[in-house]
């Protein structure tokens, strides 16, 4: 059973607008989250991170939000550029060791 | 500084056929990793190492075998190989199990 779900496969945006791509997670015990960016044929690169202590991370265009009541957290990314189309990943662990990840939105911005 | 290096890039094995891949990475890096990644599954976590001479088992470990005798190579091993496990195997290492830094992939096919 998955731990950690992204349930939109893929996603659609115009350039310039904001790009949301959403996370959830059932284990209360993750208490650290990140978000990779994958290109084709190439490894997952790592974008930004949060820990459970906060609610909100943020690093340029991209801003991480964690909601640990609803297990949610979501990737901003303002605004778009077409660039960022990719396969965003979030993953999740608790005591630094394990790594679960989810299956992956493909995030697509259109000129 | 070449980061996180996999070798085969690509392989074709026969169902039965044993075979080794290799990770090594040149950023003095503490923890590795090994991860499988299949349509609709994302990156599970097959084994990792948090240090030289130590490896524990991951999400999926049944079928593979690892080791880690120098701090900066890290080895997944294949048995036997079965269809099950045509895949793309990505390597990973990091400080303080926090972010990872990924290898570009070996993508194999068990016949």
């Known amino acids: 059973d998955q731990q950690v779900k992204q349930n939109s496969p893929s996603l659609s945006v115009q350039e310039g607008r904001i790009s949301i791509l959403n996370c959830d997670y059932t284990?209360?015990?993750?208490?650290?989250f990140l978000w990779y960016k994958k290109y084709p044929a190439e490894g997952p690169t790592f974008l930004i991170s949060?820990?459970?202590?906060?609610d909100k991370n943020e690093d340029g265009r991209f801003t991480v939000f964690l909601n640990k009541s609803a297990k949610h957290l979501s990737l901003h990314i303002v605004p778009s550029q077409p660039g960022d189309s990719a396969v965003y990943f979030c993953?999740?662990?608790?005591?630094?060791?394990?790594?679960?990840f989810g299956s992956g939105t493909k995030l697509n911005v259109k000129p | 500084n070449a980061g996180v290096t996999q070798t085969p890039k690509f392989r074709v094995l026969k169902t039965g056929q044993s075979m080794t891949l290799l990770c090594a990475q040149d950023m003095n890096h503490e923890y590795m990793y090994w991860y499988r990644q299949d349509p609709g599954m994302g990156l599970r976590l097959i084994h990792y190492?948090?240090?030289?001479?130590?490896?524990a088992k991951g999400e999926v470990p049944d079928g593979y075998n690892v080791s880690r005798l120098k701090k900066q190579n890290f080895l997944l091993g294949l048995e036997s190989a079965a269809p099950s496990q045509t895949s793309v195997y990505f390597c990973?290492?990091?400080?303080?199990?926090?972010?990872?830094?990924f290898g570009p992939g070996t993508r194999l096919t068990v016949l």
């Open positions: 993953a999740a662990s608790y005591n630094f060791n394990k790594f679960y």
């Open positions: 284990n209360s015990m993750f208490d650290y």
């Open positions: 190492s948090v240090g030289e001479g130590t490896t």
């Open positions: 949060i820990s459970s202590i906060k």
């Open positions: 990973a290492s990091g400080t303080s199990g926090k972010e990872q830094f």
